[in-house]
Structures are given as C-alpha cells and as structure tokens.
C-alpha cells in the first residue's frame, strides 16, 4: 500500500482502552527504525485510558471517544472511524482496545486492521484468558497477532509467542511475562504488514503471496535473529 506522508513512512491509527504499553512499544519501534511508519492518531473509546496523556506528551494526535455518549454503536464507529480516515492513517492497531467492533468497521480496514490478544488464539478468545489457562492446568500460554475479522479474537493469525506456565504461577505474573514477549511481538508483526510480506487474502495469512500453514512463532524469528 502506498504512503501519503511524503516521508516514505506508513501511517498508524492505534486503539487503546487502558494503559497502553504495547503502544508504547509500537511507538518505539517507529523511534529506533525497527519500523517503518509513524503514529498519527491514538484514540480511545474510554477518557480515563492512562495511555493517552503518554501519546500526547510525546506530540502525537489523540482523540477519545467516550463510546457512552453515542446513541448506538453504529454512530460510535462512524465517528472513529472518520477521525481515524482524518488523519491519513492506513493501518489500525489494537492495542488493548476493548469494544468490540462491527462488521461495517471491520469490513472498512480489512487487511490493514490487526489485534493483539493475549492467549495462543483459537484457545481463549475473549477475557482473563491467563487466569483460564492456569484454571485448565495449561503448561503453555502465549500471545498472538491476528488481522481483524467479524468473529471476536478470530481473525487468522500470523504470529504467536509462546509461554511456559510455571507450577507457582498466578494470572498476574504470567501476564507480566506475556505482556514482555507481546512488546516484542507485536512492531514484528506491524512491520511485516506495512512492509506487504504478510495479507490477508480469502481469509488466510499469506507470507509473501503464499498461504501461510500455521502462524510464525516469535521464538523461531528471535532464535534467527
Ligand atoms: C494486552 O495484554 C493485550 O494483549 C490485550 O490487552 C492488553 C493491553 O495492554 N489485548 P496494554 O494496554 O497494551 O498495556
């Protein structure tokens, strides 16, 4: 996809909810190179989220949309989505965002809109998926990265990062630990859209035009690197 900020740079709408930092992360990767793009809007549906008044001290646009005050959720959309076409982005990143969107949303950023969901995606779509995992007496939990469809933490995934569930674990820690592998998961997997190796196309990952089997493993590209 073609930039439209003169600088060769991909442009990037982030969703946030709460505190933010896997925006922070996408934020530095932008700082050091490891991405090519900038941040051109941070917006949230909630006032309070803490990651807000970190984007706008470091200059960057920031919207909040208190999804409250909408009549229905269409409206909702419909203003997000203007501000996010206002201001020139191309991608949408989740990061935390936590409303769930429509089908005419969704089908607006097909392929240019991703999540970052905090399980080993299809398992544990949804909430407290740490707490679920140590529940079901899971030895492994994980992230993953998936291109934004309808169906709730269900979009086709491109990259996973496991995680060993330790004996003493709580949901806590073992979000820590997870949330460390997502900030460096997720400028990976933003990196490789902006740069066209990885599309959505009917529905499947594709990695440089070819259907992709299964999701890439965070572990494999560290270990290669
Ligand atoms: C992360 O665990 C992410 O996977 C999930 O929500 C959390 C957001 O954390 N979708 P943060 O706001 O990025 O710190």
Same mark, same amino acid.
């Given at each position: 996809m073609s930039t439209d900020s003169g600088d060769g740079k991909a442009r990037l709408a982030i969703l946030i909810s709460g505190r933010g930092s896997n925006m922070q992360s996408l934020l530095a990767a932008c700082d050091s190179g490891q991405l090519a #793009?900038?941040?051109? /809007?941070?917006?949230?549906?909630?006032?309070e989220a803490e990651g807000l008044p970190y984007a706008a001290g470091r200059g960057i646009k920031t919207i909040s949309l208190d999804h409250r005050q909408f009549a229905s959720r269409t409206d909702f959309e419909t203003q997000l989505a203007k501000s996010i076409d206002d201001s020139g982005a191309e991608y949408v990143l989740l990061?935390?965002?936590?409303?769930?969107?429509?089908?005419?949303?969704?089908?607006?950023?097909?392929?240019?809109?991703?999540?970052?969901?905090?399980?080993?995606?299809? #398992?544990?779509?949804? /909430?407290?998926?740490?707490?679920?995992?140590?529940?079901n007496g899971d030895t492994e939990a994980g992230a993953s990265v998936h291109f934004v469809?309808?169906?709730?933490?269900?979009?086709p995934v491109m990259i996973q990062a496991r995680v060993r569930i330790e004996p003493d674990d709580s949901s806590g820690k073992l979000a820590q630990r997870v949330l460390e592998a997502e900030h460096r998961m997720y400028p990976i997997a933003v990196a490789w859209l902006v740069e066209g190796l990885v599309s959505l196309q009917n529905g499947q990952c594709h990695w440089q035009g070819e259907a992709m089997p299964s999701p890439r493993l965070l572990g494999d590209i560290e270990a290669s690197a």
């Open positions: #793009a900038k941040v051109c /809007l941070v917006a949230s549906n909630n006032p990061a935390g965002f936590m409303r769930i969107l429509g089908e005419s949303f969704v089908s607006r950023y097909q392929g240019r809109m991703l999540n970052i969901h905090p399980s080993l995606l299809p #398992a544990y779509p949804g /909430l407290d998926t740490h707490a679920r995992a140590i529940a469809t309808p169906e709730l933490d269900g979009g």
